[in-house]
């Protein structure tokens, strides 16, 4: 009688906050980053879309469950809900900003239905992610003194200590005899170093090579435990960053045109009429609060409440590459920017584009898919990938807000009160913000164009766990 031994699938996965698929890709080839060639050749380097906004936290929920912000009520790094806010505005459901203390709340407000990775996959370890629902404090690896080493890294800009760190708490818990099921590290000192200097700078490239090295020590480990060849590595990120030159406050500039708004830090003012919420920072939410009650409005009211000469002044604005609002009808939508605007809805499985007095993506022609696969196929190679499911999935929620708005690359949308100041930003559907590397070690997997809302299932059914229903797809 012939005997098998089933082999225990594991999984690594290494979040490189902030890489930029064409800078990895030079550091690949300079061969300056060896471990992760060494995967590149053996198995898969591609690239993928991120979701809107592109911005930490809420871009971590593709690939751990599966959907998208606006599917989780995550919207942004900072969030505001007007019917909260219009029934009491000392209701915690009100506003949000997970750059603080209220990160805490990350958890709690992610719909209870909706499972993560490490609610799924068994005995899963966590790494300086916010998202920790069930995760057990002593499979945390990061929790004990991230305030403080956060806060240092932040204020001083000394960065590279935090992902030091977080390695030699990787591999603590191996040399402890622990096993895993899964391993989510997050890397966060490319996206800091991107925003604090540039995207290529020195100090950049070095954040990229400490993951290698990382992913160098914990191969060799896992390898010598004979556990290697049958653990899923998989690295990406959550969003890609531009340059930035220049800073418009959108809050500021609210005020300044008659409509006082809330803004974080600044969240107690008498009688607002708008709030905006900044994440990235170059993804901003406009809540306007000068109307009879607490619905979202639809392209007339919104129109008349914030007024035609007032958006007028916005689109004019050299640091708005487009607004985006909902349509009349239920699952319809306009993006616009200063030529004109176009037509977006999601009909059924269906989404469609077609320019109606310009065309703000230039898309060049009307767009139709079948389904969001297709949606992505034939966007993923222009200049704002995945826009028109990345649209419709956002203001699946109120908290998105009553009007969005992407900056133009070099330009954001917080000034005062970012510190230090940023150099780079993210958040908006542009190209180089929305598309990330997704390295892995494996081959012969789908080449259809990936988002990483398809690792969450790729990762369950590498486990041999049931796929759920979600927003993305497994990638074999």
Known sequence: MLSYVLTKKRVVFYLVDGARPDVLSELLSKGELPNF????????????????????????????TGHFPGTMGITGIRWFDKYEFKRSRLNKYAMRSYCGPEAAWFNTDMPVDKPT????????????????????????????????LYTRAHFLKRHHPVDFQGHARIMDMFRQGNDFDFLFAVFPSVDWDSHYYHYRDQRTVEAYKIADQS????????EKKGWWNDTLFVLTSDHGLTATHSHLDLGDWMAAHDLKSVYYPVIWKNEPKSAVMISGNSFG????????????????????????????????????????????????????????KA????????????????????????????????????????????????????????????LVTGAKPGYDLRDFWEYPEHKGSHGSL??????VPLLYNQQGWATHAARTADLFNTILKWKGKAVRETEGNSLF
Do not use: W
């Open 430 to 435: 542009d190209r180089e913000h929305m598309m």
């Open 343 to 402: 037509f977006i809805e999601h009909k059924g499985a269906g989404y469609s584009y077609r320019p109606v007095t310009a065309d703000p993506f230039g898309f060049d022609h009307d767009l139709h898919a079948e389904n969001h696969r297709e949606a992505l196929d034939i966007t993923f190679d222009s200049a704002y990938p995945d826009a028109l499911v990345q649209i419709a999935q956002l203001f699946q929620s109120r908290r998105a807000g009553d």
């Open 215 to 222: 992913l160098g020590e914990v191969r060799e480990f896992l």
């Open 37 to 64: 060639s060494r995967i590149a050749e053996e198995g898969t380097y591609r690239m993928a879309t991120s979701c809107f906004p592109s911005t930490t936290g809420p871009a971590y929920l593709p690939f751990l």
């Open 117 to 148: 990775l490490f609610e799924l996959t068994g005995r899963a370890y966590n790494l300086y992610n916010m998202i920790t629902r069930n995760v057990p404090d002593e499979f945390d690896l990061g929790k004990k003194g991230k305030g403080l």
């Open 285 to 340: 939410s406009i809540h306007l609060l000068n109307h009879e009650g607490a619905h979202v409005l639809r392209e007339k009211e919104l129109r008349e409440c914030f007024g035609e000469d007032r958006l007028k002044a916005l689109l004019s604005e050299e640091a708005f590459n487009f607004i985006s609002y909902r349509g009349q009808t239920e699952n319809s939508f306009y993006v616009e920017n200063k030529d004109g």
